[in-house]
């Protein structure tokens, strides 16, 4: 974590250095620098929580693992093979406002046998219009740990899964043109990630 910190440190430092080489007599600019720092401060900040959440997280994967007999392997546990985005995932307007104002992407982890299993693991989602400029194509993205993931198993008669619900209000102001999701999910019994994506459509 210090370490982090000081990288953190060094890299915002510098970029205040360049700021004000560059035309330090322009409030204007040092404003919009100073906006950029924050927002990447910020950025950086969370990116070191999540990482230093996760690494706990594993901690006590290794702890769960150790205690187990010798002769059980990870594998016999469960093997998961893929992680499948479901054709419910889209976009919902959740309090009838005539606004689609919900992203709900349902997942299910799939072992070798193609079962759904409720595989431990931390997801990150994100949310892509494609047909916009890269600076902006990416409208939305959101990381679950584990521990809230467990929470959000959901089985039903048609479907099993894990369900993630996002507010994506303040980033989509109509849905007209298909979207994608792209998701990663971290086996934290393998440590393997698992990449899928899939295109949305209005309905």
Known sequence: MRTLSFILAGYLLSLIFAAGC????SPSFL???LDTLTQEKT??????ERSE???EQLKKQIQVLSGLPSEVKPREIYDLQEVRITRYTNLYDKDKDGKKEKLIVYLQPIDKDGDI???AGAVDVQLWDLNKNDG???L???HTGPDELKKLWFAAIISTN???TFDVADKIDSFKEPLTVKVAFTDYLTGKVFKEQKVIKPR
Do not use: D, P, V
Request: charged share 35%; net charge positive; glycine share 4%.
């Open 43 to 48: 950025e950086l900040t969370r990116q070191i």
């Open 162 to 164: 894990y369900r993630l």
């Open 53 to 55: 959440a996760e690494k």
């Open 140 to 142: 939305g993205a959101w």
């Open 22 to 25: 560059e035309n330090s007599n």
């Open 136 to 138: 902006q194509a990416m």
């Open 31 to 33: 404003k919009k620098k």
């Open 117 to 119: 299993i409720k595989a």
